[in-house]
C-alpha cells in the first residue's frame, strides 16, 4: 500500500495511505490559523484603503450577538470558500497546513481535483458540524464525502 503508483501525467495517486485523524486535525489548525489571519488582513486592507476610521460596521462579522447574524453566516461562507478553494486549486490539492504535513486532497479515483470538485469540496466546509464527522474510524469528513473526494499522506 506504500507503494508510489503514478501514471504518465504524474497525477495519479493510487497506493497513498488515508491520512490520519492527528494529520487531518494538524492541517486543521495550521489552516484556521491562517484563514483568521487573512481575515484580519483583509478587514485591515479595508480600513487603509477607504480610509474609514471606524469599523464598527464590521462589528458584526465577529460579535456573536449581532442583530445580522445571517450577513456573517454568509461572510463566512464567501471567505472560508475563497480560502480554501483559491488554496486547493492552485495548489493542487494542498493547503498550507497540507503542505506541513506533506498530505494532499485528490478524487477518490486518485486524480488531481478539477475546479468544480475543489469549489464543492471547499463550500461543504460550513456544513453545521462538518467536523464532527471525522469522529468515525476512517478520517473523511462530510465535505470528502459529499464533493467525492480524499486525503491521502504522500510518503517522502
Not at 501525467?9 to 487573512?38: K, M, P
Request: a positive charge; one cysteine or more.
Amino acid at each position: 500500500m506504500n507503494e508510489i503508483k503514478r501514471n504518465k501525467s504524474n497525477t495519479n495517486f493510487a497506493g497513498f495511505d488515508l491520512a490520519s485523524t492527528e494529520q487531518r486535525l494538524i492541517n486543521y489548525t495550521i489552516d484556521s490559523v491562517l484563514y483568521f489571519g487573512f481575515i484580519i488582513f483583509y478587514i485591515v486592507s479595508i480600513r487603509h484603503i477607504s480610509k474609514i476610521e471606524d469599523l464598527s460596521f464590521l462589528s458584526g462579522l465577529l460579535i456573536y450577538d449581532d442583530p445580522n447574524y445571517l450577513r456573517r453566516i454568509f461572510f463566512g461562507l464567501i471567505t472560508t470558500t475563497i480560502f480554501y478553494s483559491f488554496l486547493e486549486y492552485l495548489l493542487k490539492g494542498k493547503t498550507i497546513g497540507k503542505l506541513v504535513t506533506n498530505t494532499r486532497a485528490v478524487t477518490i479515483e486518485n486524480e488531481i481535483m478539477d475546479f468544480k470538485t475543489v469549489l464543492l469540496r471547499s463550500m461543504c466546509r460550513r456544513i453545521p458540524f462538518d467536523s464532527f464527522s471525522f469522529l468515525g474510524e476512517i478520517p473523511r469528513g462530510w465535505h470528502d464525502k459529499i464533493s467525492k473526494t480524499k486525503v491521502i499522506f504522500e510518503k517522502k
